[in-house]
């Protein structure tokens, strides 16, 4: 087997982690912005979450405690509980309205 | 052998984001969300997060995704129906995001140190041993409101989904 570059075989830098957050972030942001479908929003809101989740395990590594893991564990707790509601919102919002366009629920604004 | 896995599941993980936002119809977007939280996983384990990848996988590609697809199916809505074309978001936004990443990712490279690498296996706290001493030792305050927070979304979640009664 041929030996692989230093940059490929060695280990990742940690900053990689933190600019692949970074990206899943943003990724997240765009899809809440750009998406008009109510559950694809919420699905940009969970990987937004999972995003700063990486981010909190990553400086975790680096301090050297697991503090990190315990913030991330309650995010995701938190996440779970927001499905829940949310979803009970989504569902009582389609009842009503027999629609999931962001543009259509805007009765707020009149 | 650290960074390919980290490239491998980081470039699974960025394509599948790609594709969520990309997708027109939900279904397909929660799959790539799955993709995204699975390869997530294993970026925990390389970091040392045994306790956290594991949850990870049972929580949220588990349990959320499930109540997703569930709300997705009960609602057969059909893609996305394109709205009126908003002309300069159509055409900057993407170049902004781009432009928002590169900036991201320069800064983040020159503010952490170099020297700061990730080596499999050098962190050692992320059992569910040393997870559950400091739960319930430095976080059991939170612990407790945590629990309370569920019990608040369990009844929310009832009383917003429940059938009016005439």
């Known amino acids: 087997m041929p030996q692989l570059p230093a940059v490929i075989n060695g280990p990742a830098p940690l900053s990689w982690y933190l600019i692949l957050s970074a990206v899943l972030f943003a990724l997240g942001v765009a899809g809440f912005l750009f998406r008009r479908n109510i559950i694809t929003v919420f699905m940009s809101i969970e990987l937004m979450l999972n995003a ?16 990190g893991h315990i913030f991330s564990f309650f995010v995701m707790v938190v996440a779970a509980a927001e499905a829940a509601v949310g979803l009970a919102i989504i569902l009582t919002v389609f009842k009503n309205r027999q629609t999931l366009e962001i543009d259509e629920v805007s009765s707020l604004k009149n | ?61 588990g349990a959320i995704m499930v109540l997703f697809i569930f709300v997705i199916m009960l609602q057969n809505a059909g893609g996305e129906t394109r709205g009126k074309k908003r002309l300069w978001a159509s055409y900057a936004g993407a170049p902004m995001i781009a432009a928002i990443i590169g900036i991201g ?26 997870i559950g001493t400091s739960l319930f030792e430095n976080y059991v305050l939170p612990f407790e409101i945590t629990s309370i927070l569920i019990l608040i979304a369990i009844v929310g979640a009832i009383v917003l989904a429940r059938k009016e009664i005439e």
Do not use: W
Not at chain 1, 52 to 67: E, H, M, P, T, W
Not at chain 2, 115 to 122: I, K, L, Q, R, S
């Open chain 2, 105 to 130: 990712a320069y800064l983040i490279q020159h503010a952490v140190p170099h020297t700061a690498e990730v080596t499999f296996g050098a962190f050692q706290h992320g059992n569910p041993f040393d």
């Open chain 2, 1 to 61: 052998m650290d960074s390919i896995l980290f490239l491998i599941f980081a470039a699974i993980s960025v394509v599948c984001g790609v594709n969520l936002v990309l997708q027109k119809h939900p279904i397909s977007s929660a799959l790539s969300l799955v993709g995204v939280m699975g390869s997530l996983a294993v970026l925990y384990l390389l970091l040392g997060g045994e306790f956290i990848a594991m949850a990870q996988l049972i929580v949220y590609a």
């Open chain 1, 52 to 67: 700063v989740n990486l981010s909190f395990i990553a400086f975790s590594y680096k301090l050297g405690r697991n503090d």
